[in-house]
């Protein structure tokens, strides 16, 4: 018997879910999983419609995008952004298949966790060398000198490859492409387009991972998630979107690192 309650769980696993896909935590990641546990017993019945509501929340966003990239690659006129694309895709299922087809997914949520947190110190790394007035890292490499809103090959090629390897564990791909498209030197809010851009096909690999999934019936409960991670999604990736706008670089960098460091230390001292 379906009561008031379980609505408003799958409503609250969707909210959280895609809320952590946007953040440098990992919504798979020991303290996503631990706090969603505890309030909601049944939650794993609602991960693969949260995932989906993310993923139709990029495609909804980016759709005008979508349309004019199809119609130039028709025309074989290939944008930037529609190179990044075909190669940051390539590069996440060359990798990335192999990992969820073959399991290896060597890292445990607490783990996962832990390596969130090292890849969050990366980005305040990031970030605190632009405090210091100093240019990000790779800064330069394969871009040409204040081209820091064109995507090149490089970025298409390591953005690839840091979501395939977050296949190896419960890891944050939001915060792998963040951190390698910031150290090459590209604006936040352009890094945040690009890493939205290509989260579907990550999201794609990860749901091969949940091979054993029944349908929660009656049909509204996985709806409801959906729904609420379809809305939670788009919301936030208009208000990321805004501060990666408002915000300085060295801010961003310095606020977006954090996230995972203070989530582990919490997680730590419970």
Known sequence: MVVPADYVSSAITGFIIALASWLPIGPEGAAVSH?????IVNYTDYVVPSYLGVIFAVLFYF?????????????????????????????????????AAGGW????????????????????????LCWRG????????????????????????????????AMFGELSATGLVLLVLSA??????????LLFMI?????????????????V?????????????????ILFMKALLFA???????????LMGLVPIVVYLLEVVA
């Open 35 to 39: 706090f969603i546990g505890t309030a």
């Open 63 to 99: 759709r005008d995008l979508i349309a004019v990239g199809t119609q130039k690659a028709l025309r074989k006129n290939f944008s930037a952004e529609a190179r990044y694309f075909a190669y940051a895709s390539l590069f996440t299922l060359a990798i990335g298949y192999p990992i």
């Open 105 to 128: 997914n060597v890292l445990n949520p607490r783990a996962s966790d832990a390596v969130s947190a090292i890849i969050g110190a990366a980005i305040l790394l990031v970030g605190i």
């Open 134 to 165: 100093k240019s990000a890292p790779l800064e330069g490499m394969d871009r040409k000198l204040g081209d820091e809103d064109e995507p090149t090959l490089l970025d298409g090629i390591s953005s690839g490859v840091a979501q395939g390897l």
């Open 184 to 193: 090459g030197g590209i604006k936040p809010r352009k890094a945040l387009e």
């Open 199 to 215: 989260s579907p096909v990550y999201l794609i690999l990860r749901l091969l991972l949940l091979r054993e999934w029944t349908p």
């Open 217 to 233: 019936m009656p049909v509204y409960l996985p709806f409801t998630a959906f729904l609420s991670s379809f809305v939670t999604a």
């Open 244 to 254: 990666g706008e408002k915000l300085r670089r060295r801010t961003f960098l310095t």
